[in-house]
Protein backbone atom coordinates (compact mmCIF):
# COMPACT_ATOMS: atom_id res chain seq x y z
CA UNK A 1 0.00 0.00 0.00
CA UNK A 2 1.66 3.48 -0.73
CA UNK A 3 1.31 5.84 1.87
CA UNK A 4 1.66 9.36 1.71
CA UNK A 5 4.96 10.14 3.29
CA UNK A 6 6.38 7.61 0.18
CA UNK A 7 4.93 9.67 -1.88
CA UNK A 8 6.22 13.05 -0.50
CA UNK A 9 9.59 11.17 -0.13
CA UNK A 10 9.72 10.15 -3.90
CA UNK A 11 9.31 13.54 -4.62
CA UNK A 12 12.07 15.05 -2.91
CA UNK A 13 14.19 11.76 -4.50
CA UNK A 14 12.72 12.78 -7.84
CA UNK A 15 13.96 16.72 -7.36
CA UNK A 16 17.62 15.70 -6.07
CA UNK A 17 18.26 12.85 -8.43
CA UNK A 18 17.30 15.43 -11.11
CA UNK A 19 20.44 15.31 -14.05
CA UNK A 20 21.56 17.97 -15.60
CA UNK A 21 20.37 17.84 -19.00
CA UNK A 22 16.96 18.54 -17.11
CA UNK A 23 17.90 21.67 -15.52
CA UNK A 24 19.05 22.94 -18.49
CA UNK A 25 16.37 21.94 -20.68
CA UNK A 26 13.51 23.37 -17.53
CA UNK A 27 12.71 27.09 -17.60
CA UNK A 28 13.67 29.21 -14.53
CA UNK A 29 11.31 28.81 -11.81
CA UNK A 30 11.43 32.56 -11.82
CA UNK A 31 10.21 32.32 -14.94
CA UNK A 32 7.45 29.95 -14.05
CA UNK A 33 3.82 31.70 -14.20
CA UNK A 34 1.09 30.95 -11.94
CA UNK A 35 -1.22 29.46 -14.66
CA UNK A 36 1.66 27.27 -16.06
CA UNK A 37 2.14 25.78 -12.85
CA UNK A 38 -1.33 24.86 -12.33
CA UNK A 39 -1.43 23.46 -15.58
CA UNK A 40 0.90 20.72 -14.65
CA UNK A 41 -1.31 17.80 -12.96
CA UNK A 42 1.52 16.65 -11.27
CA UNK A 43 2.86 19.64 -9.85
CA UNK A 44 -0.96 20.55 -8.76
CA UNK A 45 -1.31 17.22 -6.93
CA UNK A 46 2.33 18.32 -5.31
CA UNK A 47 0.59 21.23 -3.89
CA UNK A 48 -2.69 19.59 -2.41
CA UNK A 49 -0.04 17.19 -0.92
CA UNK A 50 1.48 19.75 0.56
CA UNK A 51 -1.72 20.76 2.79
CA UNK A 52 -1.34 17.97 4.72
CA UNK A 53 1.52 19.43 6.35
CA UNK A 54 -1.66 21.84 8.01
CA UNK A 55 -3.77 19.00 9.56
CA UNK A 56 -3.07 19.59 13.24
CA UNK A 57 -0.40 21.42 12.38
CA UNK A 58 3.48 21.43 14.55
CA UNK A 59 6.01 18.86 15.09
CA UNK A 60 7.88 21.02 17.83
CA UNK A 61 6.50 22.97 20.67
CA UNK A 62 2.89 22.59 19.69
CA UNK A 63 2.17 18.83 18.48
CA UNK A 64 -0.73 17.40 19.17
CA UNK A 65 0.04 15.27 22.02
CA UNK A 66 0.86 18.67 24.09
CA UNK A 67 -2.63 19.44 24.01
CA UNK A 68 -3.45 16.87 27.48
CA UNK A 69 -1.24 20.13 29.12
CA UNK A 70 -4.11 22.20 28.71
CA UNK A 71 -6.01 19.59 30.95
CA UNK A 72 -5.94 17.95 34.01
CA UNK A 73 -3.77 15.07 32.85
CA UNK A 74 -0.96 16.48 33.03
CA UNK A 75 1.30 20.04 32.61
CA UNK A 76 4.35 21.39 30.68
CA UNK A 77 6.45 24.27 31.19
CA UNK A 78 5.85 25.93 28.15
CA UNK A 79 1.64 25.56 27.72
CA UNK A 80 0.81 25.41 31.98
CA UNK A 81 -0.86 28.96 31.28
CA UNK A 82 -3.61 27.16 29.45
CA UNK A 83 -4.66 25.44 32.30
CA UNK A 84 -3.67 27.25 35.27
CA UNK A 85 -5.48 30.58 34.77
CA UNK A 86 -2.91 32.48 33.41
CA UNK A 87 -3.71 32.58 30.13
CA UNK A 88 -3.22 36.13 28.20
CA UNK A 89 -3.51 37.65 24.90
CA UNK A 90 0.33 37.06 24.17
CA UNK A 91 1.08 33.89 26.07
CA UNK A 92 3.25 31.63 24.12
CA UNK A 93 1.42 29.16 21.83
CA UNK A 94 -1.90 30.78 21.33
CA UNK A 95 -0.83 32.08 18.60
CA UNK A 96 -0.32 28.89 16.92
CA UNK A 97 -3.84 27.92 17.19
CA UNK A 98 -4.99 30.92 15.69
CA UNK A 99 -4.87 29.09 12.04
CA UNK A 100 -5.32 31.84 9.63
CA UNK A 101 -1.63 31.38 8.03
CA UNK A 102 -3.00 27.77 7.45
CA UNK A 103 -6.42 28.92 5.91
CA UNK A 104 -4.66 30.95 3.76
CA UNK A 105 -2.48 28.00 2.88
CA UNK A 106 -5.72 26.06 1.61
CA UNK A 107 -7.24 29.03 0.14
CA UNK A 108 -4.91 29.41 -1.99
CA UNK A 109 -4.52 25.74 -3.09
CA UNK A 110 -7.82 25.96 -4.20
CA UNK A 111 -7.79 29.24 -5.80
CA UNK A 112 -5.60 27.22 -7.59
CA UNK A 113 -7.40 23.93 -8.09
CA UNK A 114 -9.62 25.85 -10.06
CA UNK A 115 -7.10 26.91 -12.43
CA UNK A 116 -5.88 23.47 -13.00
CA UNK A 117 -9.74 22.16 -13.53
CA UNK A 118 -9.08 21.73 -17.05
CA UNK A 119 -5.75 19.51 -17.35
CA UNK A 120 -7.07 16.82 -14.46
CA UNK A 121 -10.00 14.37 -14.47
CA UNK A 122 -13.29 15.40 -12.99
CA UNK A 123 -12.64 13.24 -10.39
CA UNK A 124 -9.16 13.89 -9.26
CA UNK A 125 -10.52 17.65 -9.63
CA UNK A 126 -13.06 16.73 -7.18
CA UNK A 127 -11.06 14.47 -4.50
CA UNK A 128 -8.22 16.79 -4.60
CA UNK A 129 -10.36 19.70 -3.85
CA UNK A 130 -12.39 17.74 -1.09
CA UNK A 131 -8.83 16.69 0.42
CA UNK A 132 -8.42 20.67 0.83
CA UNK A 133 -11.67 21.79 1.84
CA UNK A 134 -11.63 18.87 4.51
CA UNK A 135 -7.96 19.83 5.79
CA UNK A 136 -9.27 23.78 6.13
CA UNK A 137 -12.50 22.76 7.82
CA UNK A 138 -10.24 20.91 10.66
CA UNK A 139 -8.40 24.06 11.27
CA UNK A 140 -11.64 26.19 11.63
CA UNK A 141 -13.38 23.65 14.35
CA UNK A 142 -10.47 24.00 16.08
CA UNK A 143 -10.43 27.52 16.18
CA UNK A 144 -14.53 27.89 16.68
CA UNK A 145 -14.18 25.56 19.48
CA UNK A 146 -11.09 28.05 21.15
CA UNK A 147 -12.11 31.33 20.12
CA UNK A 148 -15.58 31.37 19.40
CA UNK A 149 -16.19 33.96 17.22
CA UNK A 150 -13.80 33.98 14.56
CA UNK A 151 -13.32 35.72 10.72
CA UNK A 152 -14.54 33.25 8.15
CA UNK A 153 -12.54 33.22 4.81
CA UNK A 154 -12.78 31.29 2.28
CA UNK A 155 -11.10 32.89 -0.90
CA UNK A 156 -7.73 34.46 -1.07
CA UNK A 157 -7.91 38.09 0.03
CA UNK A 158 -6.59 40.72 -0.73
CA UNK A 159 -4.60 42.74 1.58
CA UNK A 160 -7.24 45.49 2.28
CA UNK A 161 -9.94 42.80 1.77
CA UNK A 162 -7.59 41.16 4.85
CA UNK A 163 -7.57 44.07 6.99
CA UNK A 164 -11.16 44.65 6.88
CA UNK A 165 -12.15 41.16 8.30
CA UNK A 166 -14.42 40.86 11.37
CA UNK A 167 -15.19 37.92 13.45
CA UNK A 168 -17.92 35.69 12.35
CA UNK A 169 -20.57 34.73 14.80
CA UNK A 170 -19.73 30.90 16.15
CA UNK A 171 -22.87 29.58 14.99
CA UNK A 172 -21.98 30.65 11.25
CA UNK A 173 -18.37 29.36 11.71
CA UNK A 174 -20.26 26.13 13.24
CA UNK A 175 -22.74 25.90 9.75
CA UNK A 176 -19.74 26.75 7.31
CA UNK A 177 -17.77 24.03 9.11
CA UNK A 178 -20.38 21.09 9.14
CA UNK A 179 -21.52 21.96 5.38
CA UNK A 180 -17.91 21.82 4.00
CA UNK A 181 -17.23 18.32 5.65
CA UNK A 182 -20.97 16.86 4.64
CA UNK A 183 -20.22 18.22 0.50
CA UNK A 184 -16.73 16.54 1.51
CA UNK A 185 -18.25 13.31 1.90
CA UNK A 186 -19.74 13.08 -1.32
CA UNK A 187 -16.50 14.25 -3.58
CA UNK A 188 -13.96 11.94 -1.48
CA UNK A 189 -16.04 8.89 -2.59
CA UNK A 190 -15.19 9.63 -5.58
CA UNK A 191 -11.21 8.79 -4.75
CA UNK A 192 -9.61 6.70 -8.04
CA UNK A 193 -7.61 5.18 -5.29
CA UNK A 194 -6.60 4.36 -1.79
CA UNK A 195 -3.34 5.61 -0.39
CA UNK A 196 -2.94 5.41 3.62
CA UNK A 197 -2.65 8.84 5.43
CA UNK A 198 -4.92 10.22 2.93
CA UNK A 199 -8.54 12.24 3.34
CA UNK A 200 -10.79 9.31 2.83
CA UNK A 201 -14.41 8.80 3.26
CA UNK A 202 -13.90 7.31 6.59
CA UNK A 203 -11.49 10.13 7.94
CA UNK A 204 -14.73 12.54 6.80
CA UNK A 205 -16.95 10.78 8.72
CA UNK A 206 -14.95 10.57 11.63
CA UNK A 207 -14.55 14.08 11.73
CA UNK A 208 -18.50 14.69 11.20
CA UNK A 209 -19.02 12.89 14.15
CA UNK A 210 -16.22 14.57 17.00
CA UNK A 211 -17.80 18.00 15.82
CA UNK A 212 -21.15 16.55 16.15
CA UNK A 213 -20.10 14.99 19.43
CA UNK A 214 -18.44 17.99 20.60
CA UNK A 215 -21.55 20.51 19.79
CA UNK A 216 -24.25 18.02 21.26
CA UNK A 217 -22.52 18.02 24.57
CA UNK A 218 -21.91 21.46 24.74
CA UNK A 219 -25.71 22.14 23.65
CA UNK A 220 -26.68 19.65 26.69
CA UNK A 221 -24.44 20.86 29.39
CA UNK A 222 -23.56 24.82 28.79
CA UNK A 223 -26.61 26.41 28.17
CA UNK A 224 -25.19 29.17 26.89
CA UNK A 225 -23.04 27.24 24.45
CA UNK A 226 -26.17 25.79 23.07
CA UNK A 227 -26.22 25.35 19.19
CA UNK A 228 -28.14 27.37 17.64
CA UNK A 229 -28.52 25.43 14.57
CA UNK A 230 -29.70 22.01 14.98
CA UNK A 231 -31.17 20.57 18.22
CA UNK A 232 -29.03 18.48 20.58
CA UNK A 233 -31.17 14.92 19.77
CA UNK A 234 -30.18 15.62 15.78
CA UNK A 235 -26.33 16.06 16.61
CA UNK A 236 -26.21 13.17 18.32
CA UNK A 237 -27.90 11.49 15.83
CA UNK A 238 -25.31 12.44 13.44
CA UNK A 239 -22.14 10.97 15.34
CA UNK A 240 -24.48 7.50 15.14
CA UNK A 241 -25.10 7.89 11.45
CA UNK A 242 -21.13 8.65 10.45
CA UNK A 243 -19.80 6.26 13.28
CA UNK A 244 -22.30 3.50 11.59
CA UNK A 245 -20.57 3.97 8.15
CA UNK A 246 -16.76 3.88 9.28
CA UNK A 247 -18.49 0.64 10.89
CA UNK A 248 -20.15 -0.84 7.98
CA UNK A 249 -17.14 -0.14 5.35
CA UNK A 250 -15.23 -2.89 7.53
CA UNK A 251 -11.93 -1.41 7.31
CA UNK A 252 -10.70 -0.84 10.83
CA UNK A 253 -10.52 -2.94 13.73
CA UNK A 254 -8.98 -2.76 17.25
CA UNK A 255 -5.50 -2.71 17.28
CA UNK A 256 -3.92 -6.68 18.47
CA UNK A 257 -0.11 -7.16 18.67
CA UNK A 258 0.23 -9.53 15.84
CA UNK A 259 3.98 -11.49 16.79
CA UNK A 260 2.33 -13.76 19.52
CA UNK A 261 4.18 -12.38 22.18
CA UNK A 262 2.70 -12.87 25.45
CA UNK A 263 4.83 -9.84 26.94
CA UNK A 264 3.95 -7.57 24.54
CA UNK A 265 0.17 -5.50 25.43
CA UNK A 266 -1.42 -4.95 22.61
CA UNK A 267 -2.05 -0.77 23.64
CA UNK A 268 1.37 -0.52 24.22
CA UNK A 269 2.65 -1.62 21.17
CA UNK A 270 -0.54 0.59 19.66
CA UNK A 271 1.71 3.92 19.94
CA UNK A 272 5.40 2.36 19.41
CA UNK A 273 6.57 2.83 15.74
CA UNK A 274 7.05 -0.93 15.38
CA UNK A 275 3.00 -0.44 14.58
CA UNK A 276 2.91 2.01 11.99
CA UNK A 277 2.44 0.20 8.59
CA UNK A 278 0.32 -2.15 10.14
CA UNK A 279 -2.08 -0.70 12.15
CA UNK A 280 -5.82 -1.49 11.45
CA UNK A 281 -6.75 1.03 13.95
CA UNK A 282 -5.86 4.32 12.36
CA UNK A 283 -8.10 5.74 10.47
CA UNK A 284 -6.29 9.09 10.22
CA UNK A 285 -2.77 10.35 10.95
CA UNK A 286 -0.02 12.72 10.28
CA UNK A 287 3.26 10.31 8.75
CA UNK A 288 6.90 10.72 9.65
CA UNK A 289 9.67 8.98 8.36
CA UNK A 290 13.54 8.54 9.92
CA UNK A 291 16.04 11.51 8.50
CA UNK A 292 13.19 12.65 6.13
CA UNK A 293 10.24 14.25 8.22
CA UNK A 294 10.65 13.75 12.40
CA UNK A 295 8.97 15.37 15.53
CA UNK A 296 10.60 15.91 18.49
CA UNK A 297 7.86 14.12 20.56
CA UNK A 298 10.24 11.97 21.71
CA UNK A 299 12.90 14.21 23.79
CA UNK A 300 10.00 16.53 24.77
CA UNK A 301 8.01 13.92 26.38
CA UNK A 302 10.42 12.38 27.67
CA UNK A 303 13.34 10.55 29.30
CA UNK A 304 15.17 11.86 32.68
CA UNK A 305 18.39 13.45 31.82
CA UNK A 306 21.00 10.76 33.73
CA UNK A 307 19.98 8.29 31.18
CA UNK A 308 18.44 9.67 27.86
CA UNK A 309 19.42 13.34 27.95
CA UNK A 310 15.27 14.31 27.64
CA UNK A 311 13.78 17.60 28.34
CA UNK A 312 11.11 16.25 30.85
CA UNK A 313 8.49 18.33 28.94
CA UNK A 314 4.86 16.72 29.00
CA UNK A 315 4.54 16.05 32.86
CA UNK A 316 1.95 14.28 33.56
CA UNK A 317 -0.33 14.79 36.83
CA UNK A 318 -1.47 12.22 39.92
CA UNK A 319 -4.63 12.79 38.66
CA UNK A 320 -4.73 10.94 35.44
CA UNK A 321 -2.90 8.27 37.10
CA UNK A 322 -5.64 8.38 40.12
CA UNK A 323 -8.02 7.27 37.10
CA UNK A 324 -6.15 4.31 36.22
CA UNK A 325 -8.79 1.34 37.95
CA UNK A 326 -8.01 -1.48 39.62
CA UNK A 327 -6.83 -4.74 37.64
CA UNK A 328 -10.11 -6.12 39.17
CA UNK A 329 -12.31 -3.85 36.97
CA UNK A 330 -13.15 -1.31 39.94
CA UNK A 331 -12.22 2.10 41.03
CA UNK A 332 -8.30 2.41 42.65
CA UNK A 333 -9.47 4.29 45.87
CA UNK A 334 -12.77 1.61 46.57
CA UNK A 335 -9.72 -1.82 46.91
CA UNK A 336 -10.43 -1.32 50.58
CA UNK A 337 -13.65 -0.77 50.90
CA UNK A 338 -14.17 -4.29 48.95
CA UNK A 339 -11.36 -6.13 50.76
CA UNK A 340 -9.53 -6.24 47.30
CA UNK A 341 -7.05 -8.93 47.46
CA UNK A 342 -4.25 -6.74 45.78
CA UNK A 343 -3.99 -4.66 49.40
CA UNK A 344 -2.43 -5.96 50.89
CA UNK A 345 0.54 -6.71 48.34
CA UNK A 346 0.58 -3.68 47.58
CA UNK A 347 1.06 -2.30 50.94
CA UNK A 348 4.23 -5.11 51.27
CA UNK A 349 6.04 -3.32 48.39
CA UNK A 350 4.93 0.39 49.56
CA UNK A 351 6.62 -0.47 53.07
CA UNK A 352 9.76 -2.04 51.21
CA UNK A 353 11.07 0.83 51.12
CA UNK A 354 12.01 3.83 49.04
CA UNK A 355 12.21 2.42 45.72
CA UNK A 356 9.34 0.51 46.10
CA UNK A 357 5.80 1.74 45.06
CA UNK A 358 2.56 -0.21 45.70
CA UNK A 359 0.04 1.69 44.50
CA UNK A 360 1.50 1.02 40.53
CA UNK A 361 1.07 -2.44 40.64
CA UNK A 362 -2.03 -4.77 39.55
CA UNK A 363 -3.80 -1.64 37.88
CA UNK A 364 -5.74 -1.43 34.56
CA UNK A 365 -2.44 -2.36 31.94
CA UNK A 366 -2.49 0.94 30.13
CA UNK A 367 -1.40 2.93 33.29
CA UNK A 368 2.39 1.58 32.92
CA UNK A 369 1.45 1.88 28.72
CA UNK A 370 1.12 5.26 29.24
CA UNK A 371 2.86 6.54 32.26
CA UNK A 372 6.22 6.19 33.41
CA UNK A 373 5.52 6.29 37.43
CA UNK A 374 8.50 6.68 40.13
CA UNK A 375 9.78 3.07 40.81
CA UNK A 376 10.84 2.77 37.05
CA UNK A 377 13.06 0.54 36.36
CA UNK A 378 15.48 1.20 33.02
CA UNK A 379 16.34 -2.20 31.14
CA UNK A 380 19.75 -1.88 29.65
CA UNK A 381 20.93 -4.80 28.43
CA UNK A 382 18.87 -7.27 30.13
CA UNK A 383 19.71 -5.56 33.36
CA UNK A 384 18.53 -2.74 35.41
CA UNK A 385 20.39 -0.16 34.40
CA UNK A 386 18.81 2.62 36.49
CA UNK A 387 15.65 3.54 38.05
CA UNK A 388 13.39 6.74 37.62
CA UNK A 389 12.03 8.95 40.83
CA UNK A 390 14.36 8.08 42.98
CA UNK A 391 14.46 9.54 46.60
CA UNK A 392 17.53 9.71 47.45
CA UNK A 393 20.12 12.68 47.02
CA UNK A 394 22.75 10.39 46.58
CA UNK A 395 21.82 8.61 43.96
CA UNK A 396 22.60 10.03 40.32
CA UNK A 397 18.76 9.34 39.40
CA UNK A 398 17.58 11.64 42.54
CA UNK A 399 14.14 13.21 41.32
CA UNK A 400 14.59 16.10 43.22
CA UNK A 401 18.00 16.98 40.73
CA UNK A 402 15.12 18.03 38.34
CA UNK A 403 13.41 21.38 39.52
CA UNK A 404 10.10 20.44 37.36
CA UNK A 405 8.86 17.57 38.08
CA UNK A 406 5.76 16.21 39.02
CA UNK A 407 7.04 12.40 39.38
CA UNK A 408 5.78 11.61 35.87
CA UNK A 409 7.01 10.71 32.73
CA UNK A 410 5.40 9.28 29.16
CA UNK A 411 6.01 6.10 27.83
CA UNK A 412 3.01 6.34 25.52
CA UNK A 413 4.65 7.64 21.66
CA UNK A 414 7.96 7.20 22.56
CA UNK A 415 10.13 4.61 21.48
CA UNK A 416 11.99 3.06 23.98
CA UNK A 417 13.81 0.31 21.96
CA UNK A 418 14.91 2.36 19.28
CA UNK A 419 18.84 3.56 19.13
CA UNK A 420 19.72 7.12 20.34
CA UNK A 421 19.32 9.01 17.12
CA UNK A 422 15.48 7.51 17.44
CA UNK A 423 14.85 8.52 20.40
CA UNK A 424 16.14 11.85 19.90
CA UNK A 425 14.14 12.84 16.71
CA UNK A 426 11.19 10.44 17.04
CA UNK A 427 9.19 9.21 13.52
CA UNK A 428 6.42 7.56 15.14
CA UNK A 429 3.33 8.68 13.62
CA UNK A 430 0.80 10.87 15.20
CA UNK A 431 -2.78 9.28 15.24
CA UNK A 432 -5.75 12.41 14.58
CA UNK A 433 -8.73 9.57 14.69
CA UNK A 434 -8.63 5.75 15.66
CA UNK A 435 -10.68 3.56 15.74
CA UNK A 436 -11.30 2.97 19.49
CA UNK A 437 -12.74 6.40 19.69
CA UNK A 438 -14.69 6.03 16.79
CA UNK A 439 -16.35 3.73 19.14
CA UNK A 440 -15.99 5.77 22.03
CA UNK A 441 -18.29 8.31 20.48
CA UNK A 442 -20.79 5.93 19.24
CA UNK A 443 -21.18 4.80 22.65
CA UNK A 444 -21.48 8.24 23.89
CA UNK A 445 -23.89 8.89 21.44
CA UNK A 446 -26.39 6.21 22.28
CA UNK A 447 -25.77 6.69 26.47
CA UNK A 448 -26.98 10.56 25.73
CA UNK A 449 -29.64 9.51 23.87
CA UNK A 450 -30.36 7.01 26.83
CA UNK A 451 -31.67 4.22 23.47
CA UNK A 452 -29.50 0.88 23.33
CA UNK A 453 -27.80 1.33 26.37
CA UNK A 454 -26.61 -2.66 25.33
CA UNK A 455 -25.35 -1.95 22.35
CA UNK A 456 -23.33 1.27 24.23
CA UNK A 457 -21.98 -1.29 27.15
CA UNK A 458 -20.43 -3.98 24.36
CA UNK A 459 -18.61 -1.04 22.52
CA UNK A 460 -17.12 0.00 25.85
CA UNK A 461 -15.76 -3.42 26.96
CA UNK A 462 -14.51 -4.49 23.41
CA UNK A 463 -12.10 -1.84 24.07
CA UNK A 464 -12.33 -2.95 27.90
CA UNK A 465 -11.21 -6.67 26.37
CA UNK A 466 -8.25 -5.46 24.30
CA UNK A 467 -6.94 -3.63 27.31
CA UNK A 468 -6.84 -6.77 29.88
CA UNK A 469 -9.24 -5.23 31.62
CA UNK A 470 -12.56 -7.23 33.03
CA UNK A 471 -15.73 -5.93 31.13
CA UNK A 472 -18.36 -4.38 33.00
CA UNK A 473 -21.16 -6.92 33.55
CA UNK A 474 -24.77 -5.62 33.19
CA UNK A 475 -26.44 -1.98 31.61
CA UNK A 476 -26.97 0.15 34.87
CA UNK A 477 -28.82 3.58 35.05
CA UNK A 478 -27.97 6.41 32.29
CA UNK A 479 -25.68 8.18 34.65
CA UNK A 480 -23.86 5.30 35.59
CA UNK A 481 -23.58 4.52 31.93
CA UNK A 482 -22.23 8.12 31.18
CA UNK A 483 -19.64 7.78 34.15
CA UNK A 484 -18.25 4.56 32.80
CA UNK A 485 -18.13 6.23 28.87
CA UNK A 486 -16.32 9.08 30.21
CA UNK A 487 -13.75 7.23 32.33
CA UNK A 488 -13.31 4.71 29.37
CA UNK A 489 -12.75 7.85 27.03
CA UNK A 490 -9.81 9.20 29.18
CA UNK A 491 -7.57 6.20 30.01
CA UNK A 492 -8.07 4.91 26.72
CA UNK A 493 -6.98 7.99 25.09
CA UNK A 494 -5.09 9.78 27.33
CA UNK A 495 -2.25 12.25 25.93
CA UNK A 496 -3.88 11.82 22.38
CA UNK A 497 -4.56 15.76 22.59
CA UNK A 498 -8.73 14.85 23.66
CA UNK A 499 -8.87 16.05 27.04
CA UNK A 500 -9.36 19.28 26.94
CA UNK A 501 -12.19 18.68 24.33
CA UNK A 502 -14.17 16.79 26.72
CA UNK A 503 -13.50 18.88 29.86
CA UNK A 504 -15.08 21.76 28.29
CA UNK A 505 -17.95 20.07 26.29
CA UNK A 506 -19.05 18.01 29.30
CA UNK A 507 -19.30 21.79 31.72
CA UNK A 508 -16.65 20.37 34.14
CA UNK A 509 -13.89 22.39 33.97
CA UNK A 510 -14.56 24.47 36.62
CA UNK A 511 -14.64 21.32 39.15
CA UNK A 512 -11.30 19.47 37.40
CA UNK A 513 -9.31 23.02 36.39
CA UNK A 514 -9.73 24.31 39.92
CA UNK A 515 -7.42 23.47 43.37
CA UNK A 516 -4.19 21.68 43.21
CA UNK A 517 -2.61 19.93 40.74
CA UNK A 518 -0.33 17.15 42.54
CA UNK A 519 2.63 15.00 42.17
CA UNK A 520 3.76 12.03 43.14
CA UNK A 521 3.20 10.71 46.87
CA UNK A 522 6.68 11.09 47.93
CA UNK A 523 7.96 9.03 51.22
CA UNK A 524 7.18 9.98 54.34
CA UNK A 525 9.80 8.77 56.72
CA UNK A 526 6.93 8.89 60.04
CA UNK A 527 4.49 6.62 58.34
CA UNK A 528 7.00 4.82 56.07
CA UNK A 529 4.69 4.94 53.43
CA UNK A 530 4.15 6.62 49.94
CA UNK A 531 1.62 8.83 51.49
CA UNK A 532 3.18 12.59 50.93
CA UNK A 533 1.48 14.26 48.29
CA UNK A 534 3.51 17.08 46.38
CA UNK A 535 0.86 19.81 45.27
CA UNK A 536 3.20 20.78 41.80
CA UNK A 537 0.70 23.98 41.18
CA UNK A 538 -2.81 25.77 42.04
CA UNK A 539 -4.94 26.60 39.38
CA UNK A 540 -7.81 28.55 39.10
CA UNK A 541 -10.85 28.70 36.53
CA UNK A 542 -12.21 32.26 36.15
CA UNK A 543 -15.92 32.93 36.86
CA UNK A 544 -17.97 33.63 34.37
CA UNK A 545 -18.99 32.41 30.53
CA UNK A 546 -16.02 34.16 28.98
CA UNK A 547 -13.62 31.36 30.23
CA UNK A 548 -14.85 28.98 27.87
CA UNK A 549 -13.46 30.94 25.07
CA UNK A 550 -9.24 31.90 24.75
CA UNK A 551 -8.10 35.89 24.32
CA UNK A 552 -7.48 36.79 20.56
CA UNK A 553 -3.89 36.65 20.26
CA UNK A 554 -2.80 40.48 21.03
CA UNK A 555 -0.79 40.44 17.35
CA UNK A 556 -3.87 39.46 15.35
CA UNK A 557 -5.71 42.45 16.85
CA UNK A 558 -2.35 44.90 16.33
CA UNK A 559 -2.58 43.76 12.78
CA UNK A 560 -6.08 44.09 12.10
CA UNK A 561 -8.34 46.98 14.31
CA UNK A 562 -11.69 45.32 13.45
CA UNK A 563 -11.12 41.99 15.16
CA UNK A 564 -12.31 43.18 18.71
CA UNK A 565 -11.22 41.03 21.41
CA UNK A 566 -13.42 39.14 23.31
CA UNK A 567 -15.75 41.05 25.33
CA UNK A 568 -15.09 39.24 28.81
CA UNK A 569 -11.44 39.87 29.22
CA UNK A 570 -11.80 37.08 31.92
CA UNK A 571 -8.24 36.71 32.26
CA UNK A 572 -7.69 40.79 33.64
CA UNK A 573 -10.24 39.75 36.45
Not at 52 to 64: E, H, L, P, S, V
Request: glycine fraction near 6%; hydrophobic fraction near 35%.
Amino acid sequence: MKTLKHIMMATLCTVALTGCDDFLTTPPLDQITEDAWWKDAKQTQMMVDGCYDYAYQGDGDNIIAFRDAWSDNSTWWGLEHFANGDLRPTSRGLEDEWKYKSIAQMNYVLHGLELSKDYVTPEQYAHMRAEVRFIRALNYYDMLFFFGDVPLVDKVLTVDESRALTRAPRADVYEFVINELEECLVDIKKAPNFESGRVTEDVVNAMIARVSLHEAAKSKYISFLKNSKESTDNLYKRVLTATQAIIDGGRYGLYRAYDGDPKKHSYEELFRPQADGNNNEVIFERQYFPSLKTHNLNNNLSYPSSVYCGWKGLLPLQNIVDEYECIEGHPYDQCEALNCPHVAERTALDQAGMLSYGEYEFRDPRLKSTIIHPGWEWIKGGKVDSHYGVEDPNSRDYIGKEPVSTGFLLTKWTDLEGEEPDRWLGHKNITIFRYADVLLMRAEALIELNENLGEALSLINDIRNRAEMPEYPAVTSQSDMIAKVRHERRVETAFEGLRYYDIIRWGIAPKVLNGPAYGWKRWNPETQKHDNPLVFEERIWAEGEGRYFWPIPQASIDQNENIKQQEDKWWLH
